[in-house]
């Protein structure tokens, strides 16, 4: 957090508002400040940093890394009208919580508190990566709460040959730098992005226990099945997500899924594209009913 303002929240039903620290304004020429907030939900606590006013959406971040990786994408959704929502996973940021046993549904319950107090019991997810898998469980689980999902660089059902190398190499910061940009450039950046910000921002010390989450439930219990509606967002260059599988989430779900592809972007497209990541989440969302 940074240090100088800080701000005591009131008690809220089912969870304590601990406090909120002012980081920064959204950006030029907006109103909005970002700020952070603390949750107590039984046994967790949730480290949520909370920009915008407006219909509330939830950004998940994918493996290992934390939600600070939207900074970009976030204060352009805060500035067209949206109250987004980051929750840190657990063990990042001030999150803490039981790892023992971690599993899709207990991070479904943390982002669940998330939109009951913050969020005004309704808000669409937007989960990068893995945070996909934590946002469909949110919808399997928590219906009621979920306006909509955005997929965003999501992988295909079944993960192509060789990525799971890639992110091993690329997340492991005992690996020779070099050795990391490859696996960077090759399974998450397009030709021509710059892979290096991403050396930063890994947690392996969390690998074991998010890949263990991940599997709990089952992919194909939670996969096939939709409440709400998708907007699957795809990197035109994404090799975790070939051209082959485009459609095959829609295939199974049929009209619930929109299919939009991001130009000149790899799997990690948010900090590739952030403007026309931002601009395609803000026109589906806003075609959603309340």
């Known amino acids: 957090m940074t240090p100088g303002w800080f701000v005591r929240q009131l008690r809220m039903t089912g969870a304590t508002v601990v406090t909120s620290a002012l980081l920064a304004c959204a950006g030029p020429g907006t109103t909005t400040e970002r700020h952070r907030v603390l949750l107590t939900d039984g046994p967790a606590r949730i480290d949520v940093i909370v920009e915008g006013r407006g219909p509330a959406m939830v950004m998940l971040p994918s493996s290992q890394r934390d939600s600070e990786d939207f900074d970009e994408v976030a204060a352009r959704l805060a500035a067209a009208g949206f109250k987004v929502l980051r929750p840190q996973p657990r063990g ?3 999150s803490t919580g039981p790892m023992q046993g971690l599993s899709l549904r207990v991070l479904a319950g943390d982002v669940a508190a998330t939109v009951r107090h913050l969020g005004g019991g309704r808000a669409v997810l ?12 949110v919808d399997l689980d928590h219906p009621a709460l979920v306006r909509g999902v955005v997929v965003a660089g999501g992988a295909a059902r079944t993960f192509p040959e060789g990525m799971a ?7 492991d910061p005992t690996q020779p730098r070099e050795a990391r940009l490859r696996a960077l450039q090759h399974g998450f950046f397009a030709t021509g992005n ?15 226990a998010y890949r263990q989450a991940g599997t709990v439930p089952a992919k194909d219990f939670w996969w096939p099945v939709s409440h709400a509606s998708i907007l699957d967002l795809q990197g035109a260059e994404d090799p975790w997500r070939p051209a082959a599988s ?11 899924v929109t299919v939009q592809v991001i130009p000149h ?3 990690t497209l948010m900090p590739e594209q952030p403007a026309a990541v931002a601009e395609a989440i803000v026109a589906w969302a806003r075609s959603l009913p309340p």
């Open 92 to 94: 990042m940021g001030l």
């Open 194 to 208: 710059d892979p290096e910000p991403w050396l930063e921002g890994w947690h392996p010390e969390l690998r074991a």
């Open 265 to 267: 972007a790899s799997h």
């Open 165 to 171: 190398q890639s992110l091993a190499t690329a997340s």
């Open 246 to 256: 485009r459609n095959e989430l829609k295939d199974v779900l049929g009209n619930k």
């Open 126 to 137: 937007v989960g990068h990566a893995f945070g996909h898998f934590v946002a469909r469980v």
